[in-house]
């Protein structure tokens, strides 16, 4: 509800050096083709020398933060956009060739690299397991990439073309291109929805920041109309939290305790890491027959049980996700999905847990016509394993405190799905053609990997009693090794609030493959790491 303006001072958000940020970090490649080159350097100085050059002349292709930014704001307004995007980022192994004062960044978790610290993300160990490291199709033991180069666009050519060009280049300095694969966004009716038929990416966070000195030049738009204080502060669309930007780009103010006043920044270490960040690779295949057997095969199972007489196989795996599959919120609408309302970008993320939600007033006289959220502290309608409640508590306090100190384990996900669609996701596919090579090419950024990426994973996903309530594991992408049997829980709640606990022993989420990367800055690029 809007309240008294004069007690509230809208936050000074900092203009960002958007010209000296690679655009895969801010504001990202939300782009529906991506394709991904990893690559190995062999050694000797020669290579090296011959990758430098190449490098340098790759520098002036580097996509910048205000490119990207600019293309976004074309496609929106039906202008002609970019036909494709680039971005580099590199493991520690791979940037101390480079330069060896790559070696003093402060983050353990990157200096370790991915197949280290795989057991801590709850990957399975042991040569049967498909998860396990030594079967990776990427980035495994003895195997893992020293650079990973992105390309996206909006078009399927465009960025096959400028793929094949970077990859002839890159063996032609001597360096190998070990791994290439494509994502695109699934087409028709199933855009923006992953494999398990869920749209994705509705909680992504917005970037607290200006894209230059005038006042209103904000990165992240902002939708509520500014008579809506303090909402109109805290939010760019309804629902979507602003960050303040040092949660994702290295050299800036972080989260404070008050969500309207900017926390320290962490300094740069070394200097050149300004206006950098750091970049998870994670190749995760979904077994898609698998999920829908066994939410039919459970679903089947609560029936039989008081209070969850009418569930359904669709239903069951919405209050796993926290969402129906157009990505309406259980919250907002807890008996059945509402695709208007998943579709609608100005209400689809717009509820609280612990508190009704009300409408808002939009910007340009926009209305909300969807019912509200009640309020929902126990997890009565969707669960407190749900993953939505999961990775972001909203306004619900945690084990790491009030709503507000969640805000610096959010991360900015830019992935997009890889191998080909199935037309009926709910068949057993025995004849599956694919024989289930489908999944995630999951990228986030984030300025710590060990305080986001891997908290949320180790801390609250894999982790049965938090970050609040002992609720269960997520069910959805959680790690079976995480357990201490191998198997996930949650409790459900039925229409009487009787309790019923699932479980699950088989994995429908497998690791295959990925890295640890940092993402340097163009100045970087062009100053220190290819000299």
């Known amino acids: 509800m809007a309240q008294n303006t004069k007690l509230f001072k809208a936050p ?4 960002l050096e958007m010209d000296d940020i690679q655009g895969a970090v801010v504001p990202g490649f939300l782009k529906p083709h991506h394709t991904l080159l990893g690559l190995r350097i062999p050694d000797g100085i020669e290579v090296v020398r011959n990758f430098k050059a190449w490098l340098i002349a ?17 496609y929106r307004k039906g202008k002609p956009c970019l036909p494709y995007m680039v971005g580099i980022g590199f493991s520690a192994v791979g940037l101390v060739r480079l330069t060896p004062g790559a070696s003093m960044i402060p983050d353990d978790a990157f200096q370790a690299g991915l197949v280290v610290r795989s057991k801590l993300l709850g990957d399975p160990v042991g040569s049967a397991k ?12 003895g195997a893992e990439l020293d650079a990973l180069v992105l ?23 001597g360096v190998s291109v070990v791994y290439r694969e494509d994502g695109d966004v ?3 009716k199933e855009k923006g929805h992953e494999h398990f038929g869920f749209d994705d990416g509705v909680s992504q966070p917005g970037i607290r920041g200006r894209a230059s000195n005038s006042p209103t030049d904000f990165i992240t738009e902002r939708k509520i109309d500014p008579s809506e204080v303090p909402e109109a502060w805290l939010f760019g669309y309804p629902g979507q939290d602003l960050v303040w930007p040092g949660e994702f780009v290295i050299g800036y103010a972080k989260t404070s305790p008050d969500p309207f006043l900017p926390g320290p920044s962490d300094p740069p270490r070394p200097e050149w890491t300004r206006n950098g960040s750091f970049l998870v690779f994670r190749r995760l295949r979904q077994d898609v027959g698998l999920f829908w057997r066994t939410m039919r095969s459970l679903a089947e199972s609560l029936r039989a049980l008081p209070g969850f007489g009418k569930m359904s196989d669709q239903h069951l795996a919405s209050l796993l996700v926290g969402r129906w599959p157009s990505g309406a919120p259980v919250n907002r609408t807890p008996a059945q999905d509402i695709p208007d309302l998943g579709r609608d970008v100005f209400a689809n993320n717009h509820f609280q847990f612990d508190s009704d939600t009300s409408s808002l007033k939009l910007v340009g006289g926009r209305d909300d016509p969807f019912p509200q959220a009640k309020a929902d502290p126990a997890g009565t309608t969707c669960p407190w394993a749900a993953h939505i409640r999961k990775v972001n508590t909203r306004d619900s306090a945690s084990d790491m405190g009030g709503r507000d100190s969640t805000y610096n384990r959010r991360l900015l996900r830019v992935g997009v799905p890889f191998g080909k669609q199935l037309d009926n996701p709910y068949s057993t596919m025995a004849e599956d053609p694919e024989k289930g090579n489908r999944g995630l090419l999951f990228l986030s950024i984030q300025a710590s990997i060990e305080n986001q990426f891997e908290f ?12 609040k309530t002992p609720g269960g594991n997520d069910m959805l992408i959680g790690q079976n090794a995480a357990a201490a049997d191998g198997v996930r829980r949650c409790s459900l709640f039925g229409a009487g609030l ?8 088989d994995q429908w989420v497998i690791a295959t493959g990925g890295g640890y990367f940092f993402m340097p800055s163009i100045s970087a690029l062009r100053d220190i790491i290819t000299r």
Do not use: F, Y
Not at 12 to 15: C, G, I, L
Not at 130 to 141: A, L, R, S
Not at 151 to 173: C, F, M, N, P
């Open 186 to 188: 699934r087409p028709g």
């Open 151 to 173: 390309v996206a666009g909006t078009g399927r050519g465009d960025v096959t073309k400028r793929a094949d060009h970077l990859e002839s280049q890159i063996t032609a300095a």
């Open 58 to 74: 790759l520098t002036p292709d580097v996509s910048t933060a205000r490119q990207t930014l600019d293309d976004r704001r074309a």
């Open 130 to 141: 498909e998860g396990d490291p030594v079967n990776w199709i990427v980035g495994g033991p």
């Open 498 to 505: 009787q309790q019923a606990e699932l479980s699950a022993e």
């Open 12 to 15: 000074d958000e900092p203009a």
């Open 456 to 467: 949320l994973m180790a801390n609250w996903i894999n982790d049965p009693t938090r970050p």
